[in-house]
């Protein structure tokens, strides 16, 4: 039992290139969750789903993407990277109801 | 607006100095208020979960507690291992999202 994993680790991209980031969960939660945490300003919600194939925005939704073509896997996209999209960016996931959400470890984006 | 405030920002403790952290909210109903801890490098823990003013959690040395506005994280007789970044979370019931405060960073000196 994994929880959840997050694929890559780190990466480096140049401005405009496009990259997707992976996380896959092996809870059967329905929910998923795409956040970014930059310093001073704590983990705000890019995108988020409620189940299979359904995506929805959140409150810094601009210049990212997502798919959730299966319960285990939520794909962030950045088709053309900014500077300003240098974060830490991280996956979470929760079960029906009022459970809590569970974190990934992190991808470390750094757009020069 | 659903806002969610942390203070103080730094915390500096002797080991064994007890104390307490805030989170301050505003949020058109509250579903649920939830304390992580984050270490360096890493992601955010589960700690606990409140739902209705009055409510008391407890786990080792810390003890979250809830009131209508604000919630405590507090710490007895901390440890150098409680060293972390402790962060505050609220679900409103209108909705599936969560909204972060900025988080209080303890650092425990032996």
Not at chain 1, 98 to 105: A, E, K, R, S
Not at chain 2, 44 to 69: H, M, V
Not at chain 2, 94 to 107: A, C, D, P
């Amino acid at each position: 039992n994994a929880g959840v994993t997050q694929t890559p680790k780190f990466r480096v991209l140049k401005t405009g290139q496009s990259m997707t980031l992976l996380c896959a969960q092996d809870m059967n939660h329905e929910y998923m969750y795409w956040y970014r945490q930059d310093p001073g300003m704590g983990l705000r919600l890019i995108h988020y789903s409620v189940g299979e194939g359904t995506t929805a925005k959140g409150e810094v939704p601009d210049g990212y993407n997502v798919s959730r073509l299966k319960k285990q896997n939520f794909l962030l996209g950045l088709e053309s990277a900014a500077p300003s999209q240098t974060s830490v960016y991280f996956c979470a996931s929760r079960g029906p109801g009022f459970d809590t959400q569970y974190f990934g470890p992190g991808t470390r984006l750094t757009v020069l | 607006e659903d806002q969610v405030t942390q203070s103080p920002e730094a915390l500096r403790l002797q080991e064994g100095e007890s104390s307490s952290l805030n989170c301050s909210y505003t949020v058109s109903g509250l579903r649920g208020l939830f304390w992580y801890r984050q270490d360096p490098g890493k992601g955010p823990e589960f700690l606990f979960t409140l739902y209705s003013a009055g409510e008391e959690k407890e786990k080792e040395r810390l003890k979250a507690t809830l009131t209508k506005k604000e919630s405590f994280l507090h710490i007895t007789a901390p440890k150098p291992e409680d060293s972390a970044t402790y962060l505050c979370a609220v679900q409103p019931n209108t909705g599936n999202q969560f909204y972060f405060g900025t988080g209080t960073s303890l650092t425990v000196i032996p």
